[in-house]
Every structure is written in C-alpha cells, then in structure tokens.
C-alpha cells in the first residue's frame, strides 16, 4: 500500500515535542504502519509549528529503534482532524479538550491507553525513557487492536 493512500492516524498531545512525536516514532518502529496500514503522524492541541523534539525524546526514543531527527511540531487544526481516521490523545484532558473544541470528531477520538501517559516536559533523561518505555508498550497494544480491524 502506497503512503500516500492510506489514511492517517494522529497522536496528539500538549506541544508535539515529547509525547506525540515519540508514539509517533515507536509506531513505525514497530511496524505499525505496515501492520495496520494507516500512516503515522502527530500534532498538538497547543504547539508552537517548526519546534524539533525535546532532546530528551529524541534520545530515548532512538534507545527504542525509533528515529525523531525530522520531527517538527505542528498544531492540531479542524483541517488535519477531518483528514484523519483516528485521533489518539495522551490523556483524557487531551481527549476532553479535543472532542470540545471539535465535537464532529468525537468518533475518531480516543485515549491511546486506559491511563494518561504523563508528560515527561522538563524532566530528566529518566523520565523520558520511562515515558518511552510505556508509550512503547501502549503502541504494541494499539498496533494489536487495529490489526484486528483491519
């Protein structure tokens, strides 16, 4: 399947530097755009466009096979959310705020775990490998339930 034909599935959260790039990241490491065939993408819901990923997430992310070198931030816009398949936020904040300020998208919308996924912005490197770790282990699981849909 060509990229440029499949639908797309976005990762959204706060400022698309930490979060959102590395499940981004960890998705096509694992082969989640081959396995379920939806591109991979992020965006944030208050993102200053052009930002690269933290240093911390780039590094942590490559830890786990996942590249972020070219990563740039962009802002989540009605536009992007129409153009998507799914919209997957890091917390139900993301999740409430998303659905209020575009309730169109409610079906497309939802959690990428049962648990926020804490955002490791201004901590240590420790901090983002463990966020790493877990958005890796979140991914494998939203990879295995899309699998099943397709």
């Given at each position: 399947?060509e990229r440029?034909?499949?639908?797309?599935?976005i990762?959204?959260?706060?400022?698309?530097t930490c979060r959102?790039?590395?499940?981004?990241?960890?998705?096509r490491?694992l082969?989640?755009?081959?396995?379920?065939?939806?591109h991979a993408?992020s965006?944030?819901?208050f993102a200053?466009?052009?930002?690269p990923a933290?240093e911390y997430?780039e590094?942590?992310?490559?830890?786990?096979g996942?590249?972020?070198?070219?990563h740039?931030?962009?802002?989540?816009?009605p536009?992007?959310a129409?153009?998507?398949?799914?919209?997957?936020c890091m917390?139900?904040?993301h999740y409430?705020?998303l659905?209020?300020?575009?309730?169109?998208?409610?079906e497309?919308?939802?959690t990428?775990a049962?648990h926020?996924?804490?955002?490791?912005f201004?901590?240590?490197?420790?901090?983002?490998?463990?966020c790493?770790?877990?958005?890796a282990?979140?991914?494998?699981?939203?990879?295995?339930n899309?699998?099943?849909r397709?």
């Amino acid at each position: 399947m060509e990229r440029d034909n499949m639908e797309e599935l976005i990762f959204v959260c706060t400022g698309n530097t930490c979060r959102s790039p590395m499940a981004e990241g960890l998705f096509r490491a694992l082969d989640g755009e081959a396995r379920t065939g939806l591109h991979a993408s992020s965006a944030g819901l208050f993102a200053h466009e052009g930002l690269p990923a933290s240093e911390y997430a780039e590094q942590a992310a490559q830890e786990l096979g996942a590249d972020l070198s070219g990563h740039r931030a962009r802002q989540l816009t009605p536009e992007l959310a129409r153009q998507a398949r799914y919209l997957v936020c890091m917390t139900a904040a993301h999740y409430d705020r998303l659905v209020q300020a575009m309730p169109w998208a409610q079906e497309k919308v939802f959690t990428l775990a049962p648990h926020d996924v804490a955002d490791p912005f201004g901590g240590t490197l420790e901090t983002y490998r463990a966020c790493a770790a877990q958005l890796a282990d979140d991914v494998r699981t939203l990879i295995g339930n899309l699998e099943k849909r397709v």
